[in-house]
């Protein structure tokens, strides 16, 4: 079978266990994503990711070194999803689930107190904002980054103040779309002149 990955060692009792390093690491980036993302990465421990993974805990450590090695991991995988769906123009159900799935992971780490800076490894979507800001509106490269990091902070606050947002600014709960359309339309203006 040409394509499929090679199983290496033991087969696990269940077959749909990951087995192999590269189903291991996967199932791992996946699980941890998805904790990080609900409690962010204090309040998961390795144990818990490696149960959500189906996988011993002991090869966290092994194949990311640690906790915050594997957050790294899983930064850089949202980070790169978010960009390859950005630079594809994909404005489907899908992409708006893995922009916001980046951004709460990301919020978390944050407010967890995580040097995200020195965990996660690449930064495409902020390189891919600042190109386009250079390109479409003619900033040098300083007022390109000062914009995108506007938009990188109006973005984060939203995603995760919204209930409180919504809350004390007396907006309708039931109206997401509005208020999607007004954070779009915000973004905007603080891409242009």
């Not at 002991?58 to 930064?75: M, N, P, Q, T």
């Not at 007022?143 to 939203?158: F, K, M, P, S, Y």
Request: overall charge negative.
């Amino acid at each position: 079978m040409a394509g499929a990955p090679v199983r290496r060692g033991r087969p696990p009792a269940d077959p749909a266990t990951p087995h192999g390093r590269e189903e291991v690491e996967r199932a791992l980036v996946e699980a941890a994503a998805v904790l990080f993302g609900a409690r962010g990465p204090e309040a998961v421990s390795v144990r818990d990711i490696a149960t959500e993974a189906g996988v011993n805990h002991g090869l966290v450590h092994r194949y990311f070194g640690s906790k915050d090695g594997l957050l790294g991991a899983v930064l850089d995988r949202l980070a790169a999803d978010v960009a390859d769906h950005l630079a594809a123009g994909d404005a489907s159900p899908r992409e708006v689930d893995v922009v916001d799935r980046y951004w709460r992971v990301l919020a978390r780490a944050i407010l967890d107190g995580k040097q995200v800076a020195t965990l996660q490894h690449d930064f495409p979507t902020v390189g891919l904002l600042k190109d386009a800001l250079a390109r479409e509106h003619g900033y040098d490269e300083r007022e390109a980054a000062r914009r995108t990091a506007h938009i990188l902070a109006l973005e984060l606050g939203w995603r995760m103040f919204e209930p409180f947002l919504v809350t004390s600014a007396q907006l309708a709960a039931d109206d997401e779309s509005a208020r999607r359309a007004s954070l779009t339309d915000a973004t905007r203006r603080l891409a242009t002149r």
